[in-house]
């Protein structure tokens, strides 16, 4: 870690930039003398020294006393009242100076950045494609020509190779392999196949041959898509999904009138099962779970139980499909209850090899698998993943400094970010759009000196309205560049063409999620690379990961922030001829800090935006606190440094009042960890991201229901608070 080590060690103590009121003007030079004065003596409560750190964790920002403010003050007079000047393009690229008043050191005070033992282990690997094409399979000739001339596809995949001749035969089916390996067609192709060829011709009005549940919305529209397309030439079979955001009654409305291959998220199949009595299930001969894993989660396993209770007491026989790339114990449960005498197939490259020697498909693997089956995954061959350790001061800069490297700097680069709450979401797209971008509509004075109208942001996640969320998936999908900020609603099965980054700014909670995370890039075959943003003191999550069989290069912190260089907007102003030197660490370390200032100079801006920031905040410590068991060691919110963090949100102090309610919910708790377990955890666990998965139906009485309950102000979606 010589490099960032260097960063951390020669940091100055403090950073030129530029003054503002809150409108965004510069101030008179007497207020802005005495607002430095303030700002330094509030920054010297924010960073404590090495050894208080560990108390002052999580505990409310101490107001220093007069003595403190006092000695503060006194010993740094000289640098106080010297402001330097820095430069900022102004339109046309004229530059503008500024005089300066401090920011607390970005650099100093930091954790030391451990170097990283990676453990190098021999991962998983599947081989996405095989020299067989779709006419080896007996299908209806308008089914290839389909597959072949709409859907420009020629050969199979081997999940496709393996899984169809299975599931033509008849019977139920386990299916793993890796992300972007074509699992929907290998249960799309053989449903339509069956279905075109039964004898008594499909009416429209049978109602559901085939239903696929689905986690999420925009998976049930994709899948539905690809349902579609293949059905153009069988147009007497009717495809419907049903997914919540709709307007129930349009939905009984398209349920009368008949769907054959039904598409649904399980929570609002469950609705219309209570309420509508539209829906019959005597004709099903067909049950998909996709991702079937991700279906278990919270509070779907009660939903899934309904669902099959529902067909059961219609139909009897019928052909079950679970698919996955990752498999977990629940998977194996539910495969007990929902299959009969299952084949299990895994394209990992064992069993491809057996398929090859023996010349035939691995399908007889017997269920349920060993847990290291289990919990070793395939990650594609051409995913090249990353990890990168940044002190929770710097991850903001980090961010978007490598945003700005990315799609900046370099071409064609389409990007998906991952945080754990949608509060996080839309805190960091609605800074990113005021600061990062020059097209956002906000005063110039506000704006990062190299704002950058190239650069375009997205969001999605569960708290949006269905319409939007449509608009924006349709919107990444068709575009060539981009950056997607997102909570885990994007992480499952969409298939959104030419991702080339997948950023986890947020740790995921578990190893199936880093791997359907990651998954958005380097599918079938194509090129993609993934960064995991980890602090120090969660260095240990590279283990964690390598004993699931997930190798990850670091990235240092230093080469991410050097991409700074590249930018004169973040230079400081030089003094008359001096010439500018050389770009070392202690270069890269003023342009960081330059950086950090848009950022917290956008925050403080208002009441209203500090507030609003440290809602995010909040946001981000009450996910923080729902890791698993298994992982707390690493992710514990007592490890967290709260005035560092704060500066990660644009705060330059750790906020006093914060989460008061849940705090003192949480220490009870941590006293006993059953109980955290029992109730806090699940309760945090529910609020945070069931709301991702949930129909649709009853998101928004539960977030208006969270919001009362916590007094959260909601935050604007739309260019800022
Ligand atoms: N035989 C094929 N030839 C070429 N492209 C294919 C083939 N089969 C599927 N694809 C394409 O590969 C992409 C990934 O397919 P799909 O979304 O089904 O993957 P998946 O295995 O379900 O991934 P995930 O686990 O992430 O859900 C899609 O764009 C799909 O159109």
């Not at 006194?74 to 339109?91: A, D, H, L, M, R």
């Not at 081997?158 to 699992?183: C, F």
């Not at 689905?214 to 997914?243: C, H, N, Y």
């Not at 690493?634 to 102090?653: C, E, Q």
């Amino acid at each position: 870690m010589a490099g960032a080590r260097g960063l951390l060690l020669h940091g100055p103590e403090a950073r030129a930039v530029a003054p503002r009121t809150c409108s965004g003007m510069p101030l008179a030079p007497e207020r802005r003398q005495a607002k430095a004065t303030k700002r330094k003596h509030q920054g010297s409560s924010e960073a404590p020294p090495a050894k208080r750190r560990h108390e002052t964790a999580f505990l409310p920002a101490k107001k220093p006393s007069v003595k403190e403010t006092q000695r503060t003050f006194k010993g740094n007079t000289q640098k106080t009242f010297s402001p330097k000047k820095y430069s900022v393009s102004t339109g046309g690229g004229k530059q503008e100076e500024r005089p300066c008043i401090k920011t607390s050191s970005l650099f100093k005070n930091n954790p030391e950045i451990p170097e990283l033992h990676r453990p190098v282990v021999k991962q998983e690997r599947e081989q996405v494609f095989t020299p067989e094409s779709f006419h080896e399979l007996g299908l209806h000739p308008h089914l290839i020509s389909t597959i072949t001339t709409v859907l420009k596809m020629s050969s199979m995949t081997s999940v496709q190779k393996q899984s169809i001749p299975v599931l033509l035969e008849g019977r139920d089916a386990l299916v793993r392999s890796q992300t972007g390996s074509g699992k929907t067609l290998a249960y799309c192709i053989p449903v339509v196949q069956s279905l075109q060829a039964l004898k008594s011709k499909i009416q429209r009005s049978d109602g559901p041959y085939a239903l696929v549940l689905v986690p999420t919305r925009e998976l049930a529209l994709q899948s539905f898509d690809t349902v579609q397309k293949l059905l153009k030439p069988f147009t007497w079979i009717v495809p419907g999904v049903l997914m919540g955001g709709e307007k129930r009654k349009s939905e009984k409305a398209r349920l009368r009138k008949g769907i054959n291959i039904l598409i649904s998220t399980p929570g609002r199949l469950v609705d219309h099962i209570k309420s509508t009595k539209n829906i019959r299930f005597s004709r099903i001969q067909w049950l998909v779970l996709d991702e079937a894993d991700r279906i278990l989660d919270l509070g779907f396993e009660k939903d899934i139980t309904v669902i099959l209770n529902a067909l059961n007491a219609e139909c009897q026989k019928r052909q079950n499909i679970l698919l996955s790339a990752t498999l977990t114990e629940g998977v194996t449960r539910l495969a007990d209850i929902s299959l009969h005498n299952p084949v299990s197939i895994s394209v990992l490259d064992k069993s491809h090899d057996h398929s090859n020697t023996e010349g035939r498909v691995a399908r007889e693997v017997a269920l349920p698998q060993t847990s290291n089956e289990r919990d070793s995954f395939a990650i594609p061959e051409s995913l090249d993943q990353h990890v990168t350790l940044v002190p929770s001061k710097l991850r903001l800069v980090c961010l978007a400094a490598f945003v700005l490297q990315k799609c900046k700097f370099e071409k064609d680069q389409k990007m998906i970010i991952f945080f754990s709450s949608c509060e996080l979401v839309e805190f960091h797209y609605t800074l990113f759009l005021h600061t990062l971008l020059s097209s956002s509509g906000a005063p110039a004075s506000r704006q990062l000196p190299s704002a950058s109208s190239r650069l375009k942001f997205l969001r999605l996640h569960g708290n949006m309205k269905q319409e939007e969320r449509t608009a924006v998936f349709q919107e990444f999908s068709h575009s060539k560049t981009g950056v997607l900020l997102c909570t885990d609603v994007a992480a499952r099965g969409l298939d959104l063409p030419r991702v080339t980054w997948i950023i986890q700014y947020s740790a995921p909670s578990s190893p199936a999620e880093y791997i359907h995370r990651i998954g958005r890039t380097a599918r079938i075959g194509c090129r993609g690379s993934s960064l995991l943003i980890l602090a120090p003191s969660e260095a240990e999550y590279v283990n964690s990961l390598a004993s699931h069989k997930i190798n990850v290069s670091e990235i240092k912190m230093a080469d991410i922030l050097s991409v700074l260089a590249r930018d004169d907007g973040f230079k400081r102003k030089q003094r008359g001829n001096q010439k500018s030197h050389a770009l070392g660490p202690q270069e890269i370390q003023e342009r960081a800090t330059v950086l950090q200032t848009v950022f917290e100079d956008y925050v403080h801006s208002s009441k209203r935006t500090v507030s609003w920031a440290k809602k995010a905040l909040q946001s981000f410590i009450r996910a923080y606190a729902t890791y698993p068991r298994e992982l707390k060691h690493i992710f514990h919110v007592r490890s967290l440094h709260l005035g560092h963090v704060a500066k990660s949100f644009g705060l330059r102090d750790a906020p006093r009042n914060l989460c008061v309610t849940s705090m003192k919910k949480r220490k009870t708790n941590l006293r006993r960890p059953d109980l955290q377990k029992k109730t806090q955890n699940k309760h945090y666990l529910t609020e945070v991201l069931l709301s991702e998965y949930s129909s649709g139906l009853e998101a928004g009485a539960r977030v208006r229901k969270q919001g009362k309950q916590e007094g959260q102000q909601s935050v604007p979606s739309e260019p800022g608070p």
